[in-house]
């Protein structure tokens, strides 16, 4: 599966923003859905993840009640809404996908490119 994020952009500090991974080759539905983050400097980490009818969730601690996953199987898009940004969410997000839901927090199979998110203070 080939996937594609978008949606990232320059943000004040408190402000919203929502990211989007198209998804091509495969039936998204085959497929858990993650996004993960990497700040200069940091490991990449984890942010969150949905299962593949969109019921199950999984969050990192440190967004929690910020962020919302949700696909759209129909459309083959996962959407990343962010909300009540910090500086410290300032990263490069990464769209995954793995069949597996042991993998897709940590080591998905499948990557897309990432999308640059900078949150201003």
């Known amino acids: 599966v080939q996937l594609q994020a978008s949606g990232g952009g320059l943000v004040q500090a408190g402000g919203s923003l929502r990211l989007s991974c198209a998804a091509a080759?495969?039936?998204?539905?085959?497929?858990?859905m993650g996004w993960f983050r990497q700040a200069p400097g940091k490991e990449r980490e984890f942010v969150a993840a949905?299962?593949?009818?969109?019921?199950?969730?999984y969050y990192a601690d440190s967004v929690k009640g910020r962020f919302t996953i949700s696909r759209d199987n129909a459309k083959n898009t996962v959407h990343l809404q962010m909300s009540s940004l910090k500086p410290d969410d300032t990263a490069v997000y990464y769209c995954?996908?793995?069949?597996?839901?042991?993998?897709?927090?940590?080591?998905?199979?499948?990557w897309g490119q990432g999308t640059q998110v900078t949150v201003s203070s």
């Open positions: 949905v299962g593949r009818l969109g019921v199950n969730t």
């Open positions: 995954a996908a793995d069949e597996t839901r042991a993998a897709i927090r940590t080591t998905p199979r499948f």
């Open positions: 080759g495969r039936t998204l539905s085959d497929y858990l």
